[in-house]
């Protein structure tokens, strides 16, 4: 009998060492790993989500860090250290900035999660801008002294016209169009933007603003930045000598 409950407390603390041996922490995010704002068209402030994240599993979980991928992210966590099936909150905000279309962003978690240590939480929206333009359009090529002509694509992705008032470019920018210029609801235009290559080599920078009748004060002035590699006129080709004519004798 005496030997029976030495083996019986000894298989008791086996279980028990076993069950603390694989005891671990597991991480879940309520709603899953992607958080999608879907299609947003304001954006005068910057887009702002939570979600929930829980330990499902069955020992304390540590998140050492939350990273954002980029600056233009920020993320606040509540809680760090959670027990068994104890939950956080994580807030985070993008800003958009000149974004149109597809936005993705992503926040990183490190913690003592098994097997996983890392778990990523993607961020995504579809940027629908009311009125949308190229983001950069680059002069090529640009020579120094040479005119030279971009095109801008400005989408009215609004239900009524829009009227473009009046075109303003710096850096020796200006618009081959004159306005006003109006772009009906659901529609595209091209606007051709051009320079004269500065007297000095080198980067160009310059931006063109856009002065609309849109109703929305975020898009009252529209923003279309332009690049280009300023480079020396290539050479003029020398026109060829005529061939000599073999001079002719006399008879």
């Known amino acids: ?46 887009l702002a989500g939570q979600v929930e994240i829980k330990n499902v599993g069955d020992k304390e979980l540590i998140i050492y860090q939350s990273k954002p991928a980029c600056g233009c992210t920020s993320d606040a966590l509540e809680k760090a250290n959670l027990k068994p099936g104890e939950s956080t909150s994580l807030r985070f905000t993008v800003n958009v900035g000149s974004t149109s279309g597809q936005l993705m962003k992503s926040i990183t978690l490190t913690t003592n999660a098994q097997p996983d240590s890392i778990k990523i939480l993607f961020l995504k929206a579809n940027i629908l801008r009311l009125i949308q333009t190229d ?52 529609s595209e235009i091209d606007l051709p933007v051009k320079a004269v290559g500065p007297s000095q080599p ?50």
């Open 202 to 251: 080198g980067p160009f920078y310059g931006q063109v603003l856009v002065k609309t009748d849109s109703n929305d004060p975020q898009y009252k002035l529209v923003e279309i930045r332009v690049y280009a590699e300023n480079k020396p006129a290539p050479p003029t080709a020398q026109p060829s000598s005529p061939a000599l004519l073999p001079s002719g004798g006399t008879k």
């Open 135 to 186: 983001q950069f359009i680059s002069l090529f090529p640009m020579h120094i002294g040479k005119e030279v002509t971009g095109v801008a694509k400005i989408k009215n992705n609004g239900s009524t016209p829009v009227k473009l008032l009046e075109f303003t470019g710096n850096n020796g920018l200006t618009v081959a169009k004159k306005a006003p210029v109006t772009i009906p609801a659901n």
């Open 1 to 46: 009998m005496k030997n029976f409950s030495k083996t019986l407390r000894a298989a008791g603390l086996a279980i028990l060492f076993a069950g603390t041996l694989y005891a671990q922490p597991k991480i879940e995010i309520k709603g899953g790993d992607t958080y999608d704002w879907g299609t947003v068209s304001d954006v005068s402030k910057p």
